[in-house]
């Protein structure tokens, strides 16, 4: 499961054990090379998990799915404990590369 939330890059992924989506699980499916950072969810991220599956439970519990919309609940209010961080690192440009 991966979530996206705005122009900053950041996308979450949930840490699922029985699918080997631990840390090192998730780290092995990132591309080599790719310029990004997996990290904890930061307080930020918290809070855009809690915002995205917020939205996402009240659609379910409007749908008649309010067993599903609890579990959606449950994995956001502990967040920190479900989901990583995917952060684009910042790419500094080539100094001696003139751009005027």
Same mark, same amino acid.
Do not use: W
């Given at each position: ?9 950041? =996308? #979450? =992924?949930?840490?699922?054990?029985? $699918? ?9 499916? $990132?591309?080599?090379?790719? *310029?990004? /950072? ?5 307080? &930020?991220?918290? $809070? %855009?998990? &809690?915002?995205?599956?917020?939205? #996402? /439970?009240?659609? $379910?519990? /409007?749908?008649?799915? /309010?067993?599903?919309?609890? +579990? =959606? !609940?449950?994995?956001? +209010? %502990?967040? +920190? !404990? ?6 684009? !690192? *910042? ?10």
């Amino acid at each position: 499961m991966g979530l996206c939330r705005d122009d900053r890059g950041r =996308v #979450y =992924v949930r840490i699922e054990d029985d $699918l080997n989506l631990d840390r090192d699980g998730i780290q092995t499916r $990132l591309g080599e090379g790719a *310029k990004v /950072a997996l990290e904890d969810l930061d307080a &930020e991220g918290q $809070l %855009d998990i &809690e915002d995205l599956l917020g939205h #996402y /439970a009240g659609e $379910l519990r /409007a749908t008649d799915q /309010a067993e599903e919309a609890d +579990r =959606v !609940q449950a994995l956001a +209010r %502990d967040a +920190r !404990q479900n989901f990583l961080m995917i952060i684009p !690192q *910042k790419v500094q440009a080539d100094p001696s590369i003139s751009t005027e």
